[in-house]
C-alpha cells in the first residue's frame, strides 16, 4: 500500500492544498473509499444521498473541479454530455463500452503513443488520453 493510501482523507486534502472542510471529507471519504474509479457528479451526488451526506448537487459539482485543479483526481471527457471524474490519476488509458456509460481502466504498458506533434509555442503536453470505445459484437 502507498504512503497516500494509508493517509487520512483530511491529511490528503491537506497535502493537495485544499482545506478540509465537512463536506470536502465528506465527498473524498465516498469518491476514494471504493478505490481507483470513474464516476460522474451525478453519481457521486447519488451516493452522498444515499449515505446520508447532506450535499447539493452544485456542491459536488463544485468539490469535484476543486479537487480536480488541486490534482488530487482527473477529468476524463468521454462522450459530450457527460464528464467522468477519474480517481486514478498516474498515466493510463480507458476503454468506454457505449449504451453502458461504462469506463474501464487500461494500463500504459499496453499502448504505445509515438510521432505526437510539437505544442505549439509556449505550451507542452500534459498527457495524453487514449479512450477506446467498445460495444457488443453484432451478429
Known amino acids: 500500500m502507498t504512503a497516500?493510501?494509508?493517509?487520512?482523507?483530511?491529511?490528503?486534502?491537506?497535502?493537495?492544498?485544499?482545506?478540509?472542510?465537512r463536506q470536502?471529507?465528506?465527498?473524498?471519504?465516498?469518491?476514494?473509499?471504493?478505490?481507483?474509479?470513474?464516476?460522474?457528479?451525478?453519481?457521486?451526488?447519488?451516493?452522498?444521498?444515499?449515505?446520508?451526506?447532506?450535499?447539493?448537487?452544485?456542491?459536488?459539482?463544485?468539490?469535484l473541479h476543486q479537487f480536480t485543479e488541486a490534482g488530487l483526481i482527473r477529468v476524463l471527457a468521454?462522450?459530450?454530455?457527460?464528464?467522468?471524474?477519474?480517481?486514478?490519476?498516474?498515466?493510463?488509458?480507458?476503454f468506454f463500452i457505449e449504451g453502458e456509460n461504462e469506463v474501464l481502466d487500461i494500463p500504459v504498458s499496453n499502448i504505445s503513443i509515438s510521432n505526437l506533434p510539437e505544442p505549439p509555442e509556449g505550451m507542452e503536453i500534459s498527457h495524453v488520453d487514449v479512450v477506446i470505445r467498445l460495444r457488443p459484437k453484432s451478429r
Do not use: Q
Not at 451525478?42 to 448537487?57: D, G, I, R
Not at 468521454?78 to 480507458?94: C, I, M, Q, R
Open 24 to 63: 470536502r471529507i465528506a465527498l473524498a471519504d465516498l469518491l476514494f473509499a471504493k478505490g481507483d474509479r470513474h464516476l460522474t457528479v451525478e453519481e457521486l451526488h447519488e451516493e452522498a444521498v444515499t449515505a446520508n451526506v447532506p450535499v447539493s448537487l452544485a456542491t459536488v459539482y463544485n468539490t
Open 78 to 94: 468521454v462522450e459530450s454530455a457527460k464528464t467522468y471524474f477519474d480517481t486514478n490519476v498516474s498515466d493510463h488509458h480507458h
Open 4 to 21: 497516500e493510501g494509508i493517509m487520512t482523507v483530511e491529511a490528503r486534502l491537506r497535502r493537495y492544498g485544499l482545506r478540509p472542510t
